[in-house]
């Protein structure tokens, strides 16, 4: 799906302070520029553009400089405030943008920019993503995955949010597989040369849908899902369990551990206890495998497709 490149449009949805507001949004500019916790009207003074924003702490005016390429972040503590320099520039003063220079001066932040895909974004947001990934297995078996993100991100439905887990094609001894991933950190090498590593479901637009972990034996390739659930036929609320830490035995079974913590403000935290046996959709049949979990850490063992 495109979307319209030389326009300012909103992006993403609409966020709120507390309980009914006030809100906010992001907006993307024609160049590229995206400006977060917009709560007005995106202005242009002479060569900036201006659009009065909101946060937990209140209103500040962010100030983009196109030719300088920085986001300037204006506060209360400057002689004018936000919100009487955002004024001014709606009434379209001749001396608003020396005005704001000035204020630039005095910016709580600076925040310089460098074309991403099309987009600017904060340097410290780090490099692009490399075009191909590379990796060569014990077994002298060589994975790559080919970056699907366009030149220009601009038209994409999801802007930045592909640039957060970019996603690959993944490609077995030169030959494409069909399958995707966002990276080949974690792949795991069986004693039959089988290969499991972690991948995504994409839609049309390459939006990451799920996880995966794809699975390479006998000469062609399953998929599980990246999580386990409670079987519904014993009540309950649906609970999802990430399965890590794979392992492939010398006698070829392909085992995960299932994750019962979960993350939080706090950070992690201690989650509900194992269940008895769980529910895990896989590629070679319609119906969920049930499968037991064994031991404290939940294990469970994957049979591998008959055929």
């Known amino acids: 799906m495109t979307q319209p490149t030389d326009v300012d449009r909103q992006i993403g ?6 309980m009914g507001g006030p809100n906010f949004w992001s907006v993307l500019l024609a160049d590229g520029a995206i400006l977060g916790g917009v709560c007005g009207v995106v202005r242009t003074a002479g060569a900036l553009r201006t659009a009065l924003s909101r946060d937990r702490q209140g209103l ?5 400089d196109a030719q300088a390429q920085v986001i300037y972040t204006l506060t209360k503590s400057w002689r004018i405030s936000p919100e009487d320099l955002d004024a001014a520039v709606a009434r379209s003063l001749t001396s608003t943008e020396p005005l704001l220079r000035e204020a630039c001066q005095h910016a709580a932040t600076a925040v310089r920019l460098h074309t991403v895909h099309g987009l600017r974004l904060p340097i410290d947001a780090g490099p692009a993503p490399e075009p191909v990934l590379a990796r ?3 077994s002298g078996r060589r994975l790559e995955a080919r970056l699907l993100l366009p030149a220009d991100l601009r038209g994409t439905v999801e802007v930045g949010n592909l640039l957060s887990s970019p996603p690959y094609a993944l490609v077995l001894d030169g030959l494409p597989t069909g399958l995707h991933v966002t990276g080949l950190e974690d792949v795991i090498e069986g004693p039959d040369q089988s290969i499991v590593l972690s991948g995504v479901r994409l839609d049309a637009d390459a939006r990451v849908l799920d996880g995966l972990w ?9 998929a599980v899902a990246s999580y386990a659930q409670r079987p519904f036929d014993g009540g309950g609320a649906y609970t999802p369990y990430f399965l890590s830490d794979p392992q492939l035995g010398e006698n070829g079974r392909l085992r995960f551990a299932l994750e019962t913590f979960s993350w939080g403000p706090e950070g992690q ?3 509900e206890p194992t269940p008895p046996d769980v529910e895990l959709k896989v590629s070679w049949r319609a119906a969920p495998l049930r499968l037991a979990a064994q031991g404290a850490q939940g294990f469970i063992e994957v049979p591998w497709p008959t055929s």
Do not use: D, F, K, N
Request: aromatic content about 12%; glycine content about 24%; cysteine-free.
């Open 13 to 18: 949805g609409v966020g709120e302070i507390g």
């Open 60 to 64: 500040t005016l962010q100030v983009y």
């Open 136 to 138: 060569t297995l014990s």
């Open 214 to 222: 794809h699975i390479w034996r006998g000469g062609a390739w399953h």
């Open 269 to 271: 935290t201690p989650g």
